[in-house]
């Protein structure tokens, strides 16, 4: 079946540094990219999203930089704050409508003061 | 104020004995979707809904059912729960499909004995 890989699973920086999170999806008609942050004991919130007719989507601190050739899509958090601690998803729709949306595992990042 | 409820939110119960997890949103939003949480697994669709008309099995459907019968309302059916289900439950909610901004309830937190 279709599927979305995220890696690093966990990844601990320094505040001010960046970071930086990727995807890779398997299903070719994926069309819609998006990326949500899971605070501790919280619901996940989108923060950014890419549709597969753009290659780049900045949005002050974060962007998000997507290759369909190579079917990947990265999150580029730059200046990270500890504020900036949570999980993050990233996400691919399946095939270019209905209602499927496959995430991947999840990456803990962590921004030490 | 707008938003995704669930109910219960956290839940013990025993193998074999029915359950329903209610999600419901006041946007009049078309789209709902049911997604479990499990560590090291992301989040994982079980169900969506495109609109009143028409539901849809996810990525793990196996073992639970749903419901649209008004379009504020999504319920989700656990007929005969085994211990494998327990997990973290998260509705979601958009305006018209899984491409746009998913609004998550609070999540629901299920032990099955």
């Known amino acids: 079946g279709e599927n979305v890989e995220q890696h690093p699973s966990t990844l601990s920086v320094q505040e001010g540094d960046s970071a930086v999170i990727k995807c890779t999806y398997s299903?070719?008609?994926?069309?819609?990219f998006p990326w949500y942050k899971q605070e501790l004991g919280k619901r996940p919130q989108l923060i950014i999203d890419?549709?597969?007719?753009?290659g780049e989507k900045k949005d002050q601190r974060i962007a998000v930089t997507l290759n369909k050739t190579a079917k990947h899509f990265s999150l580029h958090i730059t200046e990270t704050q500890p504020e900036d601690s949570a999980v993050y998803f990233c996400a691919a729709s399946i095939g270019n409508q209905g209602g499927k949306l496959i995430f991947g595992q999840g990456t803990e990042l962590s921004v030490k003061p | 104020e707008a938003q995704v409820t669930q109910n219960p939110r956290y839940l013990i119960t025993v193998t074999g004995k029915k359950l329903t997890v209610t999600c419901s949103q006041n946007?009049?939003?078309?789209?709902m979707s049911w997604y479990r949480q499990d560590p090291g697994l992301g989040l994982r669709q079980i169900y969506y809904s495109m609109n009143v008309e028409v539901t849809d099995k996810g990525d793990v459907p196996e073992g639970y059912k749903v419901s649209r019968k008004e379009k504020r309302n999504f319920p989700l059916i656990l007929e005969s729960p085994s211990p494998n289900q327990t997990s973290l439950y998260f509705c979601?909610?958009?305006?018209?499909?899984?491409?746009?901004?998913?609004?998550f309830g609070p999540g629901t937190r299920l032990l099955v004995l």
């Open positions: 299903d070719s008609a994926s069309n819609y």
């Open positions: 946007m009049n939003h078309e789209y």
């Open positions: 890419i549709r597969s007719n753009v």
């Open positions: 979601a909610s958009s305006p018209d499909s899984p491409r746009e901004t998913q609004y």
